[in-house]
């Protein structure tokens, strides 16, 4: 006999050419002017750009699979390739082994090295429009900010606002814990990422910023976030900008 399966509460909601002198040909003195790179080129706009990338597993998705429920590796970087990224994933076997976190059990899953970057794409794609500063590239979510905006700030907002549908900390909630007991998984374990160290020793980690996601159906919903993490830090450095303007008049004054 089946056990049926707790029904699945929806998570919270995710909460946007060059001109140069003209030389003459035929007395080539000076070197060509170099033509900036595109970082250089939107440094010198005031802006820059960071990119967010999904990532599935195999041993993930045949993990969770008989929970009814799908996440994925939200990750940002400052780099213009995520593939390192991916590579690193792969190398770590992240998230590859559950582990009871008392008896310090730990069992591999199969497929742990199989990480891929998500294909974007979106059932209503071209029915509406994307957030402001945001644009896809191929397979990543592209942000472009002020320069004011720091990755490592960018990162920590955009897992603050994600934190609802941490993988995780469903599991172990009610919800979580009654459907991995519905499945014949023990609950107490869950997954980590065994780090190799150089004495041939092993660092057991945690695996983080998994989230519950769907992306053929809440593609919209992650890019419409993004937009708005980033939207809020900016609106927050222009009223401390405004702040510490006013109180420097008054300080003149």
Known sequence: MTTALPSFTQPAPFAPALHGPQLDLFVPLLPLPAIPSQRQQRL?????????????????????????????KIGVTGRRSTWNRIMDLRSNRYAG?????????VTPLEGGDDWFQMPLHDDSAGLWELPTGVAIDRSTIVLTM???????Q???????????????RYLLGEEGQARLRAAGYDPRRQLWTNYSLANDGR???????????????ELRDL?????????????????QSSRHAGSSFTREI
Not at 50 to 71: D, E, F, M, N, Q
Not at 154 to 168: G, K, N, Q, T, Y
Not at 207 to 215: I, K, N
């Open 154 to 168: 960018l990162d920590d907002r955009i897992h603050m606002a994600l934190a609802p549908r941490d993988l995780r």
């Open 223 to 239: 890019l419409s976030c993004l937009g708005e993490v980033v939207a809020v830090i900016e609106r927050e450095l222009d009223n």
């Open 146 to 152: 002020s320069t004011r905006i720091p990755i490592e």
């Open 97 to 105: 082994v559950l582990r009871n976190e008392q008896t310090q059990e």
């Open 203 to 217: 660092r057991p980690s945690a695996a983080s910023e998994l989230y519950l996601f769907r992306p053929r159906r």
């Open 44 to 72: 010198g706009d005031g802006t820059h750009e960071a990119r967010v990338y999904i990532a599935g597993a195999t041993h993930l998705r045949s993990y969770l699979k008989p929970l009814g429920i799908t996440a994925y």
